[in-house]
């Protein structure tokens, strides 16, 4: 999927609830607080992973090591520079993370403050817009599909049936 793919699927999403709303007469499925046991850790995990697992960040994590941005960039030179300890993953330490930042020049100060505010906004910006995205798939669900009695594997059929009628079937390529 292109680079946009994701910003599109994030508008198709909030175009096809906020263009025809369902009628409020049905909002009362939101608020039904008739869970069965257990189900609200599937919905604390679905909105408290978000925007991704573990594993996934765990794969951005190395991706940025191996761009060799923000300390990915830097961590080698301020071991060989003696201001880092260096740090063996297959024995590792806590102590061989931590950095006197202060023994660093003020340019390397600034570049890791910069990273360190930039990975901040990107984590709360995507928390944000998968919080949002993930509370209107909740209430599209809650709405349209709780009255339903459809269940099993039948369930991701409805839910294409509900996008295909939205927005069409040219856009069903990426479901």
Known sequence: MPRWGPGFLFLTT?????VDPPPLS???????????SGSWLII?????????GIDVSLQASEWGKAKKVGMG???HTLEEMG?????????????????????LSPHTQLYCQRWFTIGL???RLGHIVSF???????????IWMYPS???????IGDIARIFTESVGNGLMIYF
């Open 73 to 75: 960039r830097i961590r």
């Open 132 to 142: 949002i995205i993930a509370c209107i798939f909740l209430i599209l669900a809650a």
């Open 44 to 52: 604390a995990g679905f909105l408290g992973l978000l925007p991704t």
């Open 83 to 103: 201001l880092a300890q260096r740090f063996d993953p297959f024995a590792p330490k806590k102590e061989h993370l931590t950095i006197d930042t202060s023994r």
């Open 26 to 36: 049905v909002a009362q499925y939101f608020v039904t607080f008739d869970m069965p």
């Open 14 to 18: 909030v175009y096809v609830f906020f």
């Open 149 to 155: 009695s459809v269940e099993g594997q039948d369930v």
């Open 121 to 123: 906004w990107d984590f």
